[in-house]
């Protein structure tokens, strides 16, 4: 893929603004009951001492906050990076309140300080995860010695051991950190899944727009012939009227004029966009050829080797021509042509059961330690200094090529990468070069018209009387 194509279709937009105001109010409307619940039960049913006038105002400026938000927000507002860490920051700091004055790391309800923690590392950036991260384990570290204890109506103070109190610190701790980044490492997999995948379904669009542009075309000539054919007809009757006046004579002779030059171009327009039924299909050559097309003149000669397995047919297949094959393979292609240093061959085997393409170059290869992830979206490698110059302009080769593998998985493919020279190729490759190699194999069926795709069905009868 080009450049443009591997930038990320939404790398301009905030993670954070894909975070609805009214659904952090409704959770921390969950909280605030929660919060009521547990301070009542502890109070009157367990009798414990509690500094109930704090705890009301701690939840009360929850409260506040909430109805602020809903009454003067529109009910689809959505954050900014900043509004949604400032949220995120007051539910850290009002829950820490709260547990300070209901005895600190005793209360095993410290452990609901993870939950703002999971939504951060979700949706919001690197840098606003680590702030609420820090924050909450300042906090959590403070409340290990400084806090309220909890005591009966009869004066018993009610701690852990100063031991278990440490290890449910360090336990939180480990928690915060695990969480954060077990939940951002799937939510930047998902967040990329679902950029790549749309951006192939754009590729694929596009394809198929051009595709349905020829016919469109096509019938656009033939509908306005009948109109043009229409106006030459009366402007030859009006030549032949007005052969004794002169300027009306050209203004006749100008129209016949635009009007054939008009025929002329639907008709080129017509031969162009066509949707011949003969061209849904192509010899396997053929297709291979118009997918390589765009990358023949860019100073790489690409080599094509098309011949039957040794089980095969002799006779070259004539396969569908699938826009997903021809983008697939045209993307595969491209990627060979940018890192060879002067050569990329194409071959193609075809037997019995299956039909196999392999695309070599003789370029260094794929790097060792990415060849197990190739085919994922937005795979970044550590750049050597040497990549720079090697491979000037790329950041990354993963969108390209999951986008080509994503294109011809669809049509049934297998696709592998190797390196044709880490002992995994064989046959005439190895020898000459020790290049990238990209292996699709198809089953026959998936690629062989059926009757419903020859494109010409049975001679009628012409009806007589």
């Not at 097309?293 to 396969?319: M, V, W």
């Amino acid at each position: 893929m080009s450049q443009s194509t591997q930038s990320i279709p939404f790398e301009g937009l905030d993670r954070s603004h894909w975070i609805r105001l009214r659904t952090l109010i409704t959770l921390r409307w969950i909280a605030i009951c929660g919060q009521l619940v547990a301070i009542a039960v502890a109070h009157y049913g367990f009798n414990l001492e509690l500094n109930l006038g704090l705890c009301y105002i701690a939840i009360g400026a929850a409260i506040i906050a909430n109805l602020v938000s809903v009454f003067t927000y529109p009910e689809n507002k959505r954050l900014s990076e900043r509004e949604a860490l400032l949220t995120l920051v007051f539910d850290v700091s009002q829950l820490c309140f709260l547990i300070y004055l209901t005895g600190g790391l005793n209360n095993p309800f410290a452990l609901l300080v993870l939950a703002p923690i999971s939504i951060a590392a979700t949706a919001l950036s690197l840098r606003s995860t680590l702030i609420i991260g820090g924050l909450a384990v300042v906090l959590m570290t403070i409340l290990a010695f400084q806090f309220q204890p909890l005591r009966t109506d009869m004066g018993f103070v009610m701690r852990m051991p100063n031991i278990f109190r440490y290890g449910f610190l360090v336990a939180i701790v480990i928690g915060v950190m695990f969480l954060a980044v077990y939940a951002r490492r799937v939510s930047d997999e998902m967040i990329a899944m679902s950029d790549a995948l749309l951006a192939t379904q754009m590729a694929l669009a596009r394809e198929q727009k051009l595709t349905d542009l020829g016919g469109v075309v096509a019938a656009a000539a033939h509908e306005l012939g009948t109109p043009l054919a229409t106006i030459k007809l009366v402007s030859a009757e009006l030549m032949d009227e007005l052969e004794d006046r002169g300027e009306l004579l050209e203004d006749a002779k100008l129209i016949r004029d635009q009007a054939d030059r008009c025929r002329d171009i639907l008709r080129s327009m017509g031969r162009a966009g066509k949707d011949d039924l003969h061209m849904r299909r192509a010899p396997l050559d053929s297709v291979l050829r118009e997918a390589a097309e765009p990358h023949q003149g860019r100073g790489k000669q690409i080599h094509f080797d098309l011949a039957p397995s040794a089980t095969g047919e002799s006779e070259q297949p004539t396969i569908i021509r699938k826009a997903e094959v021809i983008h697939g393979l045209r993307n595969l292609v491209q990627n060979a042509v940018d890192f060879s240093t002067a050569n990329v061959w194409i071959r193609a085997r075809w037997g019995t059961d299956r039909i196999r393409i392999t695309i070599v170059d003789d370029g260094k290869g794929f790097p060792p330690q990415l060849l197990g992830r190739i085919g994922d979206p937005f795979m970044r490698a550590r750049e050597q200094p040497s990549d720079k110059t090697d491979r000037p302009g790329y950041e990354g080769m993963g969108l390209g090529l999951f986008i080509a593998k994503t294109l011809l998985e669809r049509t049934g493919a297998n696709v592998t990468f190797a390196n044709a020279g880490d002992g995994q190729v064989t046959g005439p490759f190895r020898s000459r070069q020790s290049g990238a190699v990209v292996d699709v194999s198809w089953a026959r069926e998936n690629l062989i018209p059926g009757e419903e795709d020859t494109g010409l069905g049975e001679n009628q009868p012409i009806p007589v009387g």
